[in-house]
């Protein structure tokens, strides 16, 4: 299986500032990565596909880069109700597997 | 729109088996695989299985191989995945999560999940 790994495990922000999340396979991945968005009670959101490709009704701020093993997820002038935690996933290879998380705190 | 509605929380016993359900609507139900991912209490992301809604055919996670089955209904856009033989780290949130058929693919509608509790 491919092992995803996020960095950090944890992030502390404050509102109108820029972070990066970088999430590293453990083989490459080509632009079979994807980066959600998560909630405590709700369900994922998709925001990143194929490593670049904001999904339909994403804001801006929220931008993917990379390819082969390394990828990262930048937000922009964080807004308050973007305090979650993200995960990455890759698509390459079955079993589909996931990053273990990076919780993004005020 | 596009929805995927998942049934309600369930208590089981260690040993028992749990059924839980997705009903989608909103798009042709056989145009997208639906993929089952869990998330045990204070842990990450775990994929468990996967259906294609035109064949039935499905694969599963190496954890899950001879423990969990997953049946689709065509006549109500209605996936199945039965987990037996549960025990308490099988306690966690059940989404199902429909994914492109195409490569690469992503998770673009997920269900609420649904609440599994394994306790004596």
Redesign the interface.
């Known amino acids: 299986d491919i092992q995803m790994t996020q960095s950090p495990s944890s992030l502390s922000a404050s509102v109108g500032d820029r972070v990066t999340i970088t999430c590293r396979a453990s083989r490459s991945i080509s632009v079979y990565l994807n980066w959600y968005q998560h909630k405590p009670g709700k369900a994922p959101n998709l925001l990143i596909y194929a490593a670049s490709h904001l999904h339909s009704g994403v804001p801006s701020r929220f931008t993917g880069s990379g390819s082969g093993t390394d990828f990262t997820l930048t937000i922009s002038g964080l807004r308050p109700e973007d305090f979650a935690t993200y995960y990455c996933q890759q698509s390459y290879s079955n079993p589909p597997t996931f990053g273990q998380g990076t919780q993004l705190e005020i | 729109q596009v929805q995927l509605v998942q049934s309600g929380a369930e208590v089981k016993r260690p040993g028992a088996s749990v059924k839980v359900s997705c009903k989608a609507s909103g798009y042709t139900f056989t145009s997208y695989y639906i ?1 089952w991912i869990r998330q045990a209490p204070g842990q ?4 468990m299985a996967v259906i294609n809604p035109t064949t039935g055919s499905t ?1 599963f ?2 954890n899950f191989q001879g423990r969990a089955t997953m049946t689709r209904d065509t006549s109500t856009n209605t996936v199945y995945v039965e987990l037996s033989s549960l025990r308490s780290g099988d306690t966690a949130l059940y ?1 199902c ?1 429909r994914g492109t058929q195409v ?6 509608y ?4 649904a609440l599994v509790t394994v306790s004596s």
Do not use: K
């Not at chain 2, 990450?44 to 994929?47: H, T, V």
């Not at chain 2, 490569?103 to 673009?108: G, L, M, S």
């Not at chain 2, 997920?110 to 999940?113: A, E, P, R």
């Open positions: 993929h990450g992301l775990e994929w694969s996670a190496q989404y999560a490569v690469p693919f992503y998770y673009d997920w269900g609420q999940g």
